[in-house]
């Protein structure tokens, strides 16, 4: 019968034991807290154990924290780099903008004006050949009432169209029927532009 007792007392506190395992295990229950609170030599047993493990990890993570630091502090400053090189490239996006608009306007201007000389070419073409064909008093009269420029112009068209065609120009005849003062202002324009 002594047996007996002792058999179902220990399989009593042994699933007791297992009981408060499994409550503790679901969280329902702390049982090293309720030991380590009121019984003293568990407490200096735990207390022991914990503390070595405790250090090591303490040590362990203010080195992982440190190294978190350091790679936060180098990423910190490359963002704040490439932030600052995006700023410098979108300045000069705009800069490279406002040159190519630039670039641009002078080219429409370039254009713009290629164009009227071309016009006033085809013009000053139209005239000398025109001035030309008519009898030189006609012509000579007919460039008296233009203006220097003009009469420049077309005495030195009239040279290049009468080279190239291996004829002789007449713009020399012109010049001389025109009055002396003016001759000799037109003549020296001619030089000045050829």
Do not use: C
């Not at 190294?67 to 990423?75: A, H, Q, V």
């Not at 630039?102 to 001035?131: C, G």
């Amino acid at each position: 019968m002594g047996k007996r007792i002792l058999l179902l007392l220990l399989g009593n506190l042994a699933l007791i034991t297992i009981g408060i395992l499994i409550l503790d295990t679901l969280g329902i229950i702390d049982y090293k807290g309720f030991l380590y609170d009121n019984i003293p030599p568990v407490k200096a047993y735990f207390e022991q154990k914990m503390e070595d493990p405790t250090l090591l990890e303490k040590e362990s993570l203010l080195r992982y924290k440190e190294e978190l630091d350091y790679m936060k502090n180098d990423l910190t400053r490359r963002l704040n780099e490439i932030q600052k090189k995006e700023e410098e490239l979108r300045a000069k996006g705009l800069e490279l903008q406002q040159k190519l608009a630039e670039v641009e306007e002078v080219k429409a201007n370039l254009e713009k004006q290629q164009k009227i000389f071309q016009d006033y070419n085809a013009k000053i073409t139209k005239l000398a050949n025109y001035i030309r064909s008519l009898p030189p008093d006609d012509a000579a009269k007919i460039l008296e009432n233009m203006k220097d420029d003009m009469i420049v112009d077309i005495l030195i068209k009239i040279d290049q169209i009468s080279e190239r065609e291996g004829t002789l120009s007449i713009s020399s005849f012109l010049l001389s029927k025109l009055p002396p003062d003016r001759a000799a202002r037109i003549g020296q324009k001619i030089l000045e532009k050829q």
